[in-house]
């Protein structure tokens, strides 16, 4: 190193030297300043590539060997993509991302892609200075992106579309990471049957709330299956989805089923939808509630034993399902502080049948909805006040807020009706959703007729199904919350003149499983049956019955 | 390993600055000529009036440019470049590097932080002037071109009687001569252990594989198996379900004859 002492300006000179057959090969490693990383404080990293993308060319495609596979397969398959001339890239290892994952398990993880088209016009250098006080350089092999990963869940692109389409109506947006946890439950493993409290707490991430209503108790769930065939009829999906509305606050698992079927139904009932519906209040309803409950346990629980209808039903209903444990968490919830599980499990129990439980589920939820909100309603009966309010409020295609007050109170009814049926045990906590000042309003309503319906035995669990089912109604639907019978038309005539663009609403495609072809015939079948009398209102050919 | 993967942080915890400089591509193809210990050449880093000033100068026998063809162009490279300073701000910029040794045990360490990065630029000088003009004629010149010949091309596709891969085939087809039927047992063994190695086959598959006449081996699949359109456009033929048995180890079932 010579020094040159100068006037003004003192430089030193450093020899400057390429080291020539090192085997590192050097990166740069870049990171956003906003993720604020200190690499001083890391205490261990590992990093590796991520080998996702990597396909096994021709593994890809199922079969290996024996059954299912051709003869020759793979060769037929590359020469016709050679033919198209398609082209697969190759898979370099060396420009595949890191995964950095620093501090262990839990610590950050970042992932690091590179970026291209460093090295083509300017070559990089890493300049250090050696102890000698020479400097060396080193060429920059790659660039690489590291960015931080995100731990907490997100939403996948439709879902937050579909948020956002509803941020207007939706009051706590918390609940909608706890349903999308709880529908992934739903849809999950089967094995992840310990639900239970378990799964309901690791859940709710909200409110803590303890105890997911899985834990499910044989005894009940055997109770409540006598009770339940009857009704559920109730206001088919109507009610439903009012309920689901009900569910806003994202009382855990409730919460979020009823949001779920909020979601998944997609119902939009239109206020006037609800005018004519007149709520049953017969004793019966409880079984409504039950068959909700049951219908939760059905998908929740494995182990609650599931009645044929339930187990058809189960697939159709993995929305009412959710809601139903929702349901069955919220009133819990309600109940007991959030550690009575045995709701949910009760009321999947006792909605053996599977049509009403539908309607039941969501009524319970919204009932649940509703007394999560109050958590006033003491355990009364199961809660049934509390279910009605919360019934109201998980209404699903009823935006949270909107539901009309008159709408509420009778879908409060309703609920109570579906509370009544219930077997849920353990009472009111039921709707730890309704966080809504209506649901709290219709829950005075409720709470007069709580008392009324007890027709179970077992205390049916607040917020279990909310919807009002009639307790003859459907017993046994098998699937999807509206069951397109000669029954079900009839109700819908008897309570009001109809026309037939009405009655298909009812029964949406997505409900009955059938596709709207299918729908359309059926229903002319039945209205052929049936034959009602027809009268024009506002030039509109309206059916009705008379009975 | 589990050492694989686990990343060597000495640089970080010490701290260890580094500068990143860009440079030229003709630059540093000059350092990849350096010889010995690889000597490039000076940086000089001086304070002139409180602003730091950092030139690099190039040694002297590093300036020769090879032109095309690795043979001197009349250019030389030059020689002093002065680095323009800069800072890092809005990122944080480590530096790892991957080592692999033949005893293939790839450790990545992280060297250091970049504390300063910087663009070495050539003074202007008339040096540079050429080699820029260089360069720009090499890159203009097009990767196509066109050329006229002379004379006709006549070296290809002269007719032929009967071109040389048709007469091995027909040699080929002759000496394996038509297909004689094997017994009957020994085509079924056969049949059974190919199925067992795939589900469907086309018949001119089996045909290869058997090496049997498509009638004969027609009549006896008729017997074990099923012909299904199955959907898919090729015509296949798989066992009959009682002579199934894909699940695991296979089991063949064998009709006596």
Redesign the interface.
Known sequence: MASLG?S?????????????NT???????????G?K?N??S???????RDMSNRRMYGVEETEE?????????KQREEARRKKFGIVTREFKVEDQPWI?KVNGKAGKRFKGTKKGGVTE????????QCPDGA?E?F??NGWYNFVPQAKHRTLTAEEAEEEWGRRNKVVNHFSIMLQRRLREQERGPDDDDEEGEKGGKKKKKKGGRGGDLRIHDLEDDLELSSDESDSSGGEDGDSKPKKKEGDVKGKGKKKKKKRGSDSEANEDSDDGDFEGLEVDYMSDESSSEEEAGEEKAKSNKEAVPKGIDEASESEEESEEEKQNEEEGKEEEEEEEGKKTPVQTKKKRDSSGESDTSEDSDIDGEAASALFMKKRTPPKRGGGRGSGGSSRTGSRPGTPSIDSASTSNTLRAAASKLEQGKRHVVGGSSESPAAKRLKMESSSTAVTTQSPAPSGKSTPQPPSGKSTPQPPSGKSTPSSSDVQLTEEAVRRYLIRKPMTTKDLLKKFQTKRTGLSSEQTVNVLAQILKRLNPERKNVNDKMHFYLTE | MSEKGEVDLTGAKQNTGVWLVKVPKYLSQQWAKASGRGEVGKLRIGKNQGKAEVEFTLNEDLTMIDGLGDKPSGVQAPRDHPFTMQTVGGQTLAVFTETQSESSKDRISLEGLVVQRAECRPAASENYMKLKRLQIEELSKPVRLSQQLEKAVTTNYKPVANHSYNLEYDRKKKDEGKRARADKQQVLDMLFSAFEKHQYYNIKDLVDVTKQPVSYLKEILRDIGIYNVKGTHKNTWELKPEYRHYQGGEEEKETDD
């Open positions: 100068g003004s300006s003192s430089s030193t000179e450093y020899i400057v030297r390429v080291p020539k085997s590192k090969k050097y990166s740069i490693m870049a990171f956003n300043s993720d990383v690499c001083s890391w205490t261990q990293a590992r990093m590796e060997g024996a059954a299912g596979s051709e003869f020759g397969k950095l016009n300017a070559s990089y250098y890493i300049f250090t400097f350089a060429p920059v």
